[in-house]
């Protein structure tokens, strides 16, 4: 099973600020099969990065991905004040799906 | 616009077994082109996938719940179903379930969650 590892477990920044967020994995993982999330309290979370590096349908061009084989990131080029939040990356392998453990990003 | 709903009781006695319904609207579930899954949340805690489904009826578990998990589809109501046995308090989450398409394999569509308390 491939384990995600997302570091830092928490960031503390300011709006207008660049956020580097990064998910490790055990074992390499096709780009076309790693995605990242937001999530808000009480809400489900929302896919933002797909195969990598393409934003979902809506999602503003400060949110960006890049990375391959094990090592991903997720940039939020200038934070708004709506970004702080709960981030997660996920993959796909062998039949089986498997999330990070999160970043929270929260205000410094 | 797709939408998911989850539905099902919200309180299961321990060693009994939960049962949830995903009902899915604005979109075929019978299309070849996605899976149909079910993530959980424990309260405070990160995401964990329980499994998928495709239309046709092919089934994908997570391996550490694969002994207690049933995932069924109903294309006829636009619905598929978990159903979770032999549930202890660990088992007490916010139960999501998702739209997979199958190039990306990533969940772009989300039910807005139920939470289930395992407890006597």
């Known amino acids: 099973e491939i384990v995600l590892t997302q570091s830092p477990g928490t960031l503390s920044l300011s709006p207008g600020e660049r956020a580097t967020l990064s998910c490790r994995a055990s074992?390499?993982?096709?780009?076309?099969?790693l995605a990242w999330y937001q999530q808000k309290p009480g809400q489900a979370p929302r896919l933002l990065i797909y195969g990598a590096s393409s934003r979902a349908t809506g999602i503003p061009d400060r949110f960006s991905g890049s990375g391959s084989g094990t090592d991903f990131t997720l940039t939020i080029s200038r934070l708004e004040p709506e970004d702080f939040a709960v981030y997660y990356c996920?993959?796909?392998?062998?039949?089986?799906?498997?999330f990070g453990q999160g970043t929270k990003l929260e205000i410094k | 616009q797709l939408q998911l709903q989850e539905s099902g009781p919200g309180l299961v006695k321990p060693s009994e077994t939960l049962s949830l319904t995903c009902t899915v609207s604005?979109?075929?579930?019978?299309?070849?082109?996605?899976?149909w899954g079910w993530i959980r949340q424990p309260p405070g805690k990160g995401l964990e996938w329980i499994g998928s489904?495709?239309?046709?009826?092919?089934?994908y578990y997570n391996p550490s719940l694969k002994s207690r998990v049933t995932i069924s589809v109903d294309t006829s109501k636009n619905q598929f179903s978990l159903k979770l046995s032999s549930v202890t308090a660990a088992d007490t989450a916010v139960y999501y379930c998702?739209?997979?398409?199958?190039?990306?394999?990533?969940?772009?569509?989300w039910g807005q969650g139920t939470l289930v308390t395992v407890s006597s």
């Open positions: 489904i495709y239309y046709s009826g092919s089934t």
């Open positions: 998702a739209r997979q398409p199958w190039d990306y394999a990533d969940f772009d569509y």
């Open positions: 996920q993959q796909y392998g062998s039949s089986r799906w498997t």
């Open positions: 604005g979109g075929s579930i019978s299309s070849s082109s996605y899976y």
């Open positions: 074992q390499s993982v096709s780009s076309s099969y």
